[in-house]
């Protein structure tokens, strides 16, 4: 079985035991047409936000094909729904043009799931918060690149228990807003397997 395969199997899995069924699978591709279904790679729609506007069922999946997409709109992922670069952060990058929050995980539903992209931002640097967790969700295998500002915010923050990041690499981050730190921490917030790499600001070694 392939990579992918074994983690929608173990996805599903996971899905079964928060009594959360299986969706939708959703599709955008760089030579897509936000026109389109989305229902197929065929059909693919052209940028994250018009694939996100499909996720509407409880375990929807978006899976985003290789390229860089260049976004500026906030998504809330909750209702166990997936957002997937399918081919892995190494290929799949959502730039980053002006100051805001990419992804929320509000836990409703018990919560969603981002993994396999790298997010950076477009030019110069910016203030992204890449994952507000203020409740259940898994941020994973991901590249966060040359984000954050000494001024404002943290480019990520978890006040939920079950508010997971995992297997991810900052990489030249700036910690900023209270306590200065690349990733704030609240209610237990669970880190594992990440790395800090040139970054700066409070806690930023944390992982």
Avoid at 32 to 59: F, K, V, Y
Avoid at 135 to 154: E, K, N, Q
Wanted: with cysteine; proline share 2%; aromatic share 8%.
């Amino acid at each position: 079985m392939s990579k992918l395969g074994k983690f929608a199997a173990a996805c599903a899995a996971v899905l079964c035991a928060f009594g959360v069924t299986a969706g939708t699978d959703y599709y955008v591709r760089t030579n897509g047409n936000d026109g389109n279904e989305g229902t197929t790679p065929e059909s693919a729609r052209a940028t994250i936000a018009a694939g996100m506007a499909l996720l509407t069922g409880t375990g929807d999946r978006l899976l985003v094909g290789p390229g860089v997409y260049t976004n500026s709109t906030a998504f809330t992922v909750d209702n166990g729904r997936q957002v997937i670069g399918e081919e892995g952060a190494e290929k799949t990058c959502i730039a980053i043009p002006s100051n805001h929050t990419l992804f929320t995980f509000s836990g409703t539903g018990g919560g969603g799931t981002v993994r396999g992209f790298t997010i950076a931002p477009s030019a110069g640097r910016v203030q992204c918060r890449v994952a507000q967790m203020t409740g259940a969700g898994l941020f994973a295998d991901c590249i966060v690149r040359d984000l954050g500002t000494t001024s404002s915010g943290f480019v990520g923050y978890q006040a939920s228990s079950a508010a997971i990041i995992s297997n991810c690499c900052f990489y030249g981050c700036q910690g900023g807003g209270r306590d200065a730190a690349v990733v704030e921490q609240w209610s237990d917030g669970r880190i594992y397997d990440c790395k800090f790499i040139g970054c700066s600001g409070n806690n930023s070694e944390y992982g």
